[in-house]
Structures are given as C-alpha cells and as structure tokens.
C-alpha cells in the first residue's frame, strides 16, 4: 500500500504561481512513477505532468512550457511548480502513483482544489 497527501491547492489570481506537494508513504517501490492529474468540473481527469524514479519528465502540451515536475528523493515527496496560471487550469488535482512495470494508476490521493481567478 502507499499513501500519497496532498498540499498546496489554493486560490490565486491569472498569472500567479502554486507549487502542489505530494508526500508519498508506505511500500514505495524502487521503480516508479509518480504525478498529476487534475479534474475540471464537467470534464475527464486528465494527465498533468509526471516524472519517475529515474528522473524522467512528461508533461500534457498546455502545461508544459508554464509548469515544471521534480521530486526530493528523501523525502519521497513530489512537487508542481505551477506559473503563469490560467482561469482554464482550474480543476482539483490529484497526486498518483504506480510502479514502472505498470500502466494504470494503482494509487491516488485526496486531491486538492487549484482555482485561478480570471
């Protein structure tokens, strides 16, 4: 089992910058991936950015020149950095993980509320 919390979320106006942060705990695999997803209301969660163990980054288009992935090894925790927001990146985001060998999303957390005023 892992567990993954959330923190960060907030309210903030366009053109403003977040960081989310998500401490991972438990069975945390040596191979792994970990990430965003976010959920707009009315709409299908979708992809933000992930990275794995070995550092490797991917990001959705519409984020990937304003928001950038890393992660603290020793503190497993993951973090978005997220600048330059835009009314249309309001959602509630989830931290995710699975292990390498997987495709699916074994684990989530609480999620946390991202709104950008315009």
């Known amino acids: 089992q892992v567990q993954l919390v959330e923190s960060g979320g907030g309210l903030v106006q366009t053109g403003g910058s977040l960081r989310l942060s998500c401490a991972a705990s438990?069975?945390?695999?040596?191979?792994?991936?970990m990430g965003w997803y976010r959920q707009a209301p009315g709409k299908q969660r979708e992809l933000v950015a992930t990275i794995t163990s070995g550092g490797s980054r991917n990001y959705a288009p519409s984020v990937k020149a304003r928001f950038t992935i890393s992660k603290d090894n020793a503190k497993n925790t993951v973090y978005l950095q997220m600048n330059s927001l835009k009314p249309e990146d309001t959602a509630v985001y989830y931290c995710?993980?699975?292990?390498?060998?997987?495709?699916?999303?074994?684990?989530w957390g609480q999620g946390t509320q991202v709104t950008v005023s315009s």
């Open positions: 995710a993980f699975r292990r390498i060998t997987t495709v699916q999303v074994e684990y």
């Open positions: 438990g069975s945390i695999f040596r191979q792994y991936a």
